[in-house]
C-alpha cells in the first residue's frame, strides 16, 4: 500500500487522501481467518445492503496492526471472500470535485465446495466510483457481468445480485492461552516442540505458513498455507524417536510433498530439512512464529 500511495503522490494530476488506516506491515491474523471462521462471523441472517467509510470505521479491528475494516462477502457463485478496506478521492482530470474511490487492501476468496482452496487473491485493487468488482476472479468488471459488490458515486458498497455482505466485527480466532508450555520452559527437545506456526522458504520459490499440532503419540496434525494463492492444505506425519526429528506429508492439489524436517537444539526456533515434491529434492528452512 506505501508503494501504491508513494505512486500517487508523485502523479501530478491526482491527489488521494485516506480515510482509514492502510494495513501495511498488517500481521498474519487477517490470512489466519479461514472459511469456517468467515462462515461463523456471517451468521447475522441481516446482510448490510450498503456500507459507508464512516460505517466500517465503527466494526472492531482485526488487531492493533490491523486497523482497516475487514468485509465479508457471499459472492454470486457462493464462495466466500474476505477483504480489507480503504476509502479515498482522487482528483481527476476536467473534474471539479475530487473523485470517490475504494481501495482493496487485501482480499482471498474461498471456495465453498473445496475447503481451504482459493479462487482469487490480490492487493491493492483501486475500485473507482461507478464500477464494480467480483470476488469469484478477483476483477473489476463492468456492472451486470456477475460482479458481487458497486462502489457509488455517493461512495457506498453495495452488494449485486444475490450477493451478501457482512463485517467481520474484530478477530473470530480464540485469544492465546498465557500459559501455554513453550518450548524454552525445558532442556533438550520435546515431541511438542515442533508445534506452532511455522514461516516456511522452500528452495527459495515457495513461500507459506505451516500450523502444527503435536498429540502425546507424536502424530503431528496441522495446515499449510501458500503465501501464492493462500489456500490452505492439510498436513500430516510423525516426530521420530529421534527428538529432534520429524517426518511430514503435505497433500496439494496436483502433487504431494514429502518433507524430512529438523528442529535445531539451540534456541528451537528454526527447522530445516528436505521437500520430496515431483520427485525432485529440494531444501527448506522455517522460522517459528510468536
Same mark, same amino acid.
Given at each position: 500500500?506505501?508503494?501504491?500511495?508513494?505512486?500517487?503522490?508523485?502523479?501530478a494530476s491526482?491527489? !488521494?487522501?485516506?480515510?482509514?488506516?492502510?494495513?501495511?506491515?498488517a500481521?498474519?491474523?487477517?490470512?489466519?481467518?479461514? !472459511?469456517?471462521?468467515?462462515?461463523?462471523?456471517?451468521?447475522?441472517?441481516?446482510? !448490510?445492503?450498503?456500507?459507508?467509510?464512516?460505517?466500517?470505521?465503527?466494526?472492531?479491528?482485526l488487531?492493533?496492526?490491523?486497523?482497516?475494516?475487514?468485509l465479508?462477502?457471499?459472492?454470486?457463485d457462493?464462495?466466500?471472500?474476505?477483504?480489507? !478496506? /480503504?476509502?479515498?478521492q482522487?482528483?481527476?482530470?476536467?473534474?471539479?470535485?475530487?473523485?470517490?474511490?475504494?481501495?482493496?487492501?487485501?482480499?482471498?476468496?474461498?471456495r465453498?465446495?473445496?475447503?481451504?482452496?482459493?479462487?482469487?487473491?490480490?492487493?491493492?485493487?483501486?475500485?473507482?466510483?461507478?464500477?464494480?468488482?467480483?470476488?469469484?476472479?478477483?476483477?473489476?468488471?463492468?456492472?451486470?457481468?456477475?460482479?458481487?459488490?458497486?462502489?457509488?458515486?455517493?461512495?457506498?458498497?453495495?452488494?449485486?445480485?444475490?450477493?451478501?455482505?457482512?463485517?467481520?466485527?474484530?478477530?473470530?480466532?480464540?485469544?492465546?492461552?498465557?500459559?501455554?508450555?513453550?518450548?524454552?520452559?525445558?532442556?533438550?527437545?520435546?515431541?511438542?516442540?515442533?508445534?506452532?506456526?511455522?514461516?516456511?522458504?522452500?528452495?527459495?520459490?515457495?513461500?507459506?505458513t505451516?500450523?502444527?499440532?503435536?498429540?502425546?503419540?507424536?502424530?503431528?496434525?496441522?495446515?499449510f498455507?501458500?503465501?501464492?494463492?493462500?489456500?490452505?492444505?492439510?498436513?500430516?506425519?510423525?516426530?521420530?524417536?529421534?527428538?529432534?526429528?520429524?517426518?511430514?506429508?503435505?497433500?496439494?492439489?496436483?502433487?504431494?510433498?514429502?518433507?524430512?524436517?529438523?528442529?535445531?537444539?539451540?534456541?528451537?526456533?528454526?527447522?530445516?530439512?528436505?521437500?520430496?515434491? /515431483?520427485?525432485?529434492?529440494l531444501?527448506?528452512?522455517?522460522?517459528?512464529?510468536?
Open positions: 500500500m506505501d508503494r501504491l500511495t508513494s505512486c500517487l503522490r508523485t502523479t491526482c491527489c !488521494l487522501i485516506f480515510f482509514v488506516a492502510n494495513a501495511a506491515g500481521s498474519d491474523l487477517f490470512d489466519r481467518h479461514t !472459511l469456517a471462521d468467515l462462515k461463523a462471523a456471517a451468521k447475522d441472517p441481516n446482510s !448490510l445492503s450498503e456500507i459507508t467509510a464512516a460505517t466500517a470505521a465503527k466494526w472492531k479491528p488487531s492493533a496492526r490491523i486497523s482497516a475494516p475487514c465479508i462477502v457471499r459472492t454470486n457462493g464462495h466466500w471472500s474476505k477483504a480489507l !478496506l /480503504a476509502w479515498g482522487r482528483k481527476l482530470k476536467g473534474r471539479e470535485q475530487p473523485h470517490p474511490v475504494l481501495v482493496l487492501e487485501r482480499f482471498v476468496t474461498y465453498s465446495d473445496r475447503e481451504g482452496q482459493t479462487t482469487a487473491t490480490g492487493k491493492d485493487v483501486m475500485l473507482f466510483a461507478g464500477h464494480s468488482f467480483s470476488f469469484d476472479i478477483g476483477q473489476v468488471v463492468p456492472t451486470g457481468s456477475g460482479a458481487d459488490i458497486e462502489f457509488t458515486e455517493a461512495g457506498l458498497i453495495k452488494p449485486l445480485g444475490e450477493a451478501k455482505l457482512f463485517a467481520l466485527n474484530g478477530s473470530q480466532l480464540a485469544a492465546a492461552d498465557a500459559n501455554k508450555p513453550t518450548p524454552n520452559d525445558h532442556e533438550g527437545i520435546l515431541p511438542r516442540d515442533f508445534a506452532g506456526t511455522w514461516k516456511v522458504s522452500i528452495d527459495g520459490r515457495w513461500t507459506g505451516w500450523e502444527i499440532g503435536v498429540d502425546e503419540q507424536r502424530t503431528v496434525l496441522g495446515k498455507t501458500s503465501d501464492d494463492t493462500q489456500s490452505r492444505y492439510e498436513l500430516y506425519g510423525k516426530v521420530s524417536n529421534i527428538p529432534h526429528q520429524a517426518k511430514l506429508e503435505i497433500d496439494l492439489a496436483n502433487t504431494n510433498m514429502s518433507i524430512e524436517a529438523f528442529l535445531f537444539n539451540s534456541d528451537k526456533s528454526t527447522m530445516s530439512g528436505t521437500v520430496v515434491m /515431483a520427485n525432485r529434492k531444501g527448506f528452512v522455517a522460522k517459528r512464529q510468536e
